[in-house]
T-cell receptor, first 113, second 110 residues
Framework: KAGVTQTPRYLIKTRGQQVTLSCSPI?????VSWYQQTPGQGLQFLFE???????NKGNFPGRFSGRQFSNSRSEMNVSTLELGDSALYLC????????????FGQGTRLTVV | AQRVTQPEKLLSVFKGAPVELKCNYS??????LFWYVQYSRQRLQLLLR?????SIKGFTADLNKGETSFHLKKPFAQEEDSAMYYC????????????WGAGTKLIIKP
């Protein structure tokens, strides 16, 4: 079974730009969660999607948004990038019902300059 | 608030010494608890979960409901254990998200 795939692996953007990150979950998994990971803050939950619906949302500004497609693939978008958005963005998939173990992708390293 | 607490941001021990990474959770029911590990340049991955009661890479974790703790232990640390460790509590009620601790960076000194 293929694991969780995130693209791109690395991104460099300029302040004020917007960015879209992609996540392909494990086949059959319907839940996709997004996290921001920084050395100082650890893992911060962004949002979780299940069957194309956002089920949970963390405490991030509205510049952070996401969506999930019918094939469970998910994207997250960050608009008007700030220097503080530089982080490793992790995607995790899980079956969404019953099993609760999360399977993580390698992450997308976003650097805002 | 539902919370998972890992009181140590950094733990440094010598190779061969015992290791204990602390984790406390705030929910008084019967949560599902996990330890995840992230080795350098690798993805975050599940190390163990309390319901399986197994030992992975020599690590064990016992759920203590009285103390609401789920500490991760290993009797003899190895250099390859150096990594970031996260404790997480499984979804409860209608909240489907995992609740994460802040993480503990474990450094094993030679």
């Amino acid at each position: 079974k293929a694991g969780v795939t995130q693209t791109p692996r690395y991104l460099i953007k300029t302040r004020g730009q917007q960015v879209t990150l992609s996540c392909s979950p494990i086949s059959g998994h319907r839940s996709v969660s997004w996290y921001q990971q920084t050395p100082g803050q650890g893992l911060q939950f962004l949002f979780e999607y299940f069957s194309e619906t956002q089920r949970n949302k963390g405490n991030f500004p509205g510049r952070f948004s996401g969506r999930q497609f019918s094939n469970s693939r998910s994207e997250m978008n960050v608009s008007t990038l700030e220097l503080g958005d530089s982080a490793l963005y992790l995607c995790a998939s899980s079956p969404g019902t019953g099993g609760t173990e999360a399977f993580f992708g390698q992450g997308t390293r976003l650097t805002v300059v | 608030a539902q919370r998972v607490t890992q009181p140590e941001k950094l733990l440094s021990v010598f190779k061969g010494a015992p290791v204990e990474l602390k984790c406390n959770y705030s929910y008084s029911g019967s949560p599902e608890l996990f330890w995840y590990v992230q080795y350098s340049r690798q993805r975050l991955q599940l190390l163990l979960r309390h319901i399986s009661r197994e030992s992975i890479k020599g690590f064990t974790a016992d759920l203590n409901k009285g103390e609401t703790s789920f500490h991760l232990k290993k009797p003899f640390a190895q250099e390859e254990d150096s990594a970031m460790y996260y404790c997480a509590r499984g979804p409860m009620d209608s909240n489907y998200q995992l609740i994460w601790g802040a993480g503990t960076k474990l450094i094993i000194k030679p």
